[in-house]
C-alpha cells in the first residue's frame, strides 16, 4: 500500500530550530552569505526554505556549517532527509536536482528516508559470518569448522566482509574466484565458491537476501583424487616409523594404517571406546563424518598396538594433546622416499588392500564407516584381480570337464 505524502515549505518552529520563509532562490551566493542563529541564543540552527523548489532547504548551525536538507511528509510523518554539506561536494544546482529526484521517490509513494536507514541497517557479510559461527558452527565437526575458518579468515573477510549481502552479485562472486584461481590454488578456488553458496543459501533463508549470487558460479576442473600406497611403498612407509623422534606421531599414523580410519577418528580417540580383550573399536555419533556410531573389528596387530600405547599411558584418551601429524607426516614421508603422498591416502589404502584380498565392496564399506553404496564404489576397480582369478577358476574347470567330456 502507497503511503499518502505531501510536501511541505517549512517545519515547524521549535525551541532547537527556526523555519525561515523567503523569496530569494537558494543560490551559491545566497548560501556564501546565510548566517545561523545567534551563538548566544537556544537555538541550534536556522533552516532556509526555497520557494521554487518546495522542500528544499538550507540548514545552517551555530558553528556555521550549512548542508542542504528536503523536508517531505511520509504516513502522516515529517521528514527531514539531509541531501549533503553546502559546497564540497554539493552546489545549490546540484541540491536542487537532487531534491527533485528524491521527490520523484515521494510521489510514487516512497520514503527516501526511511530507505536510507533501511540500507544503514542491512547487514553486511561479516554478520552473516557471526550468525553462522552463532547458529551452524557448532553443528560441524570441529576439523570442518577449522577448514571453515580458515577460508573465512583468507578470502571471506578480507573481500566480503564489509559489503552488504544483498549488493553482493555474480559478478563479485566470479570476480573473487578468478582471484583464487590466478594464485595458483583452483581447488581453494572451488571450496571458497562451495562455502560461499553454503552461507549465502542461509543468509535466504534468513532473510537477509533474496538471491544466492554463488549459485551457478563455474568452477574449476578437478579430477578425483584417490591415491593407494602399493605393498613396497607400505613397507618403506612402515619402515621409517621405528626411527622417527615423535613416537606419539608414528603410533598415530601405524594406527591409521591397520585401521583405516579418518584422522580425526584416531586423534579424538579415548580409550572408553576401545574393548582391547573383544579387539573392537566402537567410534561414537560425534566422531565419524556420517553421525552415526560405528562398531569396527580390529586385526591383532591393531590390539597390539593399542595395548602397547595403553600400558604406558594414564590419560583417558589415546593420542593427548595431538591435533595433527601434518609436519611429521611430511619428515617421515621424506625419509621413506614417498612424494605427494597424504595421510588421507592411507583410508585408500587400506581400503585397497581389502579389495586386492578379495572382500567385497559391502564388507569394504561396513570396515570403513560408509552409509552410501556409491560412497564405496570408488574402489570398485580394485576387485577386477581377485574377481578375474575368481573367473580363471571358472574357466579352468569349464575346460577341464569339457576334456574329460571329449575323452569319453
Known sequence: MSVQIRYILCGQAADTETAMAHTEKLSDGFAEAAAGPPKDGKRAYIVYYDPETRGLGLRVTKAGAKSWVLNYRAGGVERRLTIGTFKDPWRAAAARKEAQRLK??????????GERHEDRRAPIVNDLIARWREDEAPKNRESTTREI????????????????????????????????????????????????????????????TDVNPFRGVQRNAEVARASYLDAEQLERLLAALPDHPNKKAADAIRLLVLTGAR???????????????????????????TGRTHRVPLSAPAVELLTEIRATTSSTVVFPGLRSVRHDWQKICQAAGLEGVRVHDLRHSFASFLASS?????????????????????????????????????????TSLERKGSRS
Open 104 to 113: 520523484a521517490l515521494v510521489d510514487q509513494g516512497r520514503d527516501p528516508m
Open 149 to 208: 575458518e580458515s577460508l573465512i579468515r583468507q578470502w571471506f573477510a578480507p573481500e566480503l566482509g564489509s559489503r552488504k549481502v544483498a549488493d553482493v552479485t555474480p559478478g563479485d562472486v566470479d570476480a573473487l574466484h578468478r582471484k583464487i584461481s590466478r594464485r595458483g590454488t583452483k581447488y581453494r578456488a572451488n571450496r571458497v565458491a562451495a562455502l560461499g553458496s553454503r552461507l549465502f543459501a542461509l543468509a535466504v533463508r534468513w532473510e537477509m
Open 358 to 398: 578379495g572382500l567385497g565392496l559391502p564388507v569394504i564399506g561396513q570396515l570403513l564407516g560408509h552409509t552410501q553404496a556409491q560412497t564405496t564404489h570408488r574402489y570398485a576397480h580394485l576387485l577386477d584381480a581377485p574377481l578375474r582369478e575368481a573367473t580363471g577358476k571358472v574357466g579352468a574347470l569349464v
Open 263 to 289: 584422522s580425526a577418528e584416531v586423534f579424538g580417540a579415548s580409550w572408553a571406546q576401545f574393548d582391547l580383550v573383544a579387539g573392537i573399536w566402537t567410534k561414537p555419533s560425534a566422531a565419524p563424518k
